[in-house]
């Protein structure tokens, strides 16, 4: 629509040489050979490839290599580079800021405003430290730390903030990790959110596709030095959290604040004093279709979703491996892994990640935003339960009257294997050197 | 472009709920629909129907006495989750020209006033006062953008509004006109300024 209005107008895109384009939140994740069965996912993904042409826009599309999510495949191009503002028609843009770029989630109007101006009208945000110090026990992620932040600050808590999550346990995270912290601040409420980048970040960039090379490479990783975070940095708002003690984390509602310890009880609305938070959970407990103060470990499941731009990369698949390498899926439990791209998909199978997953009977598909969003054929039924490794718990979010929990990848895994949620930290969880992947593997 | 936006009076519909996400004004299903056009028939869809397309009894807005609502009092964080404009496009198309919360999720905001739907921030005892006060589908509020107060009969409640938004919806001007009209230049020295090791390149096709 932003493409109608501006050949209604008579405008162009005025750089088309830094506008990209991709299909994923619709695109079939079955066999690519065989054609687009949805007649709406066809004439949209259709009309995109016509704009793009028609503008002059690289177009990574349904049958390319490159396809992907676009918050995956922005930075695994090397299109997501430090110093850049980036903006993207999908409020999970702020993914990008994991790597020190300002990265804004915007709607269809302001879509066709960068188109014809390049420029964005935006008032400074406040900022919001989040500082984290301590290290994450063995089976808890980085994203087990933001559905926790979540939790503790409310979907509304960081509105009208941009995040900047700082701290040693950042600096120790991997890049990818650090994506999932930034993927989810929007499920705070912030309008993005940033990390400081460091070598780790220039090394996940190198020889990527579309980064910079020799010279320019010298220059970019110079002046991208120069970015790093004041140390006397001054912020509207700080907060600070200890990751020492973390558990693994469940959502057991219907927004992603609505999240305990998998060693915790579902609350009761007892548990709350104002009443629209009673109410709140009172619905919340009836459309999960949980009982009020039941075990979370006594939670069973029908779908297992590892997928979406929260944790479908390379060392998403990883975790799940070092999970389910030589187990079996509980055979009545419907599970899918939806990798993040393309590149992705063939580096887990270059690796050999594939026949892990399809020998403990996962289902391995084509990349798309796939059962996150449930635009393509990949839904859940009405009333089924899903442990899914993706980013909003929202009614009907993954088919109608589908029932949602957010968690990491590692617990989604386990709960594949024993057809309920387990706390993973009492798995024996390999390492990375037993999963035997060909050729090896670097986080 | 949106029409200016200087006064919104209507009957106020009651929606008792907090966090109120961009896939319950619009569920993801409706965002492949090209047209803006007619999405009020999709305005908070799950709520309204059932799985086979039956409406669902009691929804406020389908209600006898909030028929022709053009302004909804909600709770808190409405608009919240993904950037879909198509929320904001739904909701005018059904007929509201004003929402009235104790807070907004910040895209949906900006989208709402790219397109002329009026966003009232008030505390949430003000909120909570007309929203008890709507349920009876009897009041009628006159909320005036130039004087920044929510008139009704027996009461009025000021409230505070960013100039910049605030000018936006009074001038329904195109923005993209007035960036190109009094910027052009300015973004075009920035654009010289950037380092070329910040564009893009391919190092070899990428269709190799």
Known sequence: MAFEGLRKAGRRVSRPDLTFAVMDHNVPTGDRALPVLDDMSGKQMDALARNSAEFGITCFDYLSPFQGIVHIIGPELGLTLPGTTIVCGDSHTATHGAFGALALGIGTSEGEHVFATQALWLRKPKQMDIRLSGRLPNGVTAKDVILWIIRRIGTGGAIGHVVEYTGDTVEQLSIEERMTLTNMAIEAGARTAIISPDEKTFNYLRNALYAPQGDEWDAAVQYWRSLRTDSNAQYDTSLHFDVNNLAPQVTWGTNPAMTVSVTENVPSPEDFADASDKAAVMRALKYMGLQPGMKVTDIRIDVVFIGSCTNARLSDLIDVARVVKGRRVTPSVRTMIVPGSQLVKRRAEQLGLHRIFIEAGFEWRNSGCSMCIAMNEDKLGNGERCASTSNRNFENRQGPGGRTHLVSPLMAAAAAVEGRFVDVRELDLLNVEELELKGGFNA | ?208
């Open chain 2, 1 to 208: 472009m949106p029409e200016p936006v200087r006064e919104v009076v209507g009957k106020a519909a009651p929606l008792e709920a907090d966090d109120v996400d961009t896939d319950q004004i619009i569920p993801a299903q409706f965002l492949k629909v090209i047209e803006r056009d007619g999405l009020g028939r999709y305005l908070f869809y799950r709520w309204r129907y059932d799985e086979q397309g039956k409406p669902v009894q009691g929804f406020v807005l389908d209600r006898e006495e909030f028929r022709g609502a053009g302004i909804l009092v909600v709770g808190r964080n409405f608009g919240i989750g993904s950037s879909r404009e198509n929320a904001v496009w739904a909701l005018m198309d059904a007929g509201i020209k004003c929402v009235i919360a104790t807070s907004f999720g910040d895209i949906f905001y900006n989208n709402a006033s790219k397109n002329g739907l009026l966003c009232v921030k008030l505390s949430g005892e003000s909120v909570k006062h007309l929203r008890e006060k709507a349920k009876s589908g009897t009041l009628s509020l006159t909320v005036s953008l130039d004087d920044q107060v929510v008139n009704y009969l027996d009461g009025k409640i000021p409230f505070e509004i960013e100039t910049h938004i605030k000018e936006r919806l009074r001038s329904g001007l195109d923005d993209i006109a007035m960036t190109l009209s009094m910027y052009k230049s300015k973004i075009k020295h920035y654009e010289e300024k950037m380092p070329t090791f910040l564009m893009p390149k391919a190092r070899r096709s990428p269709l190799e």
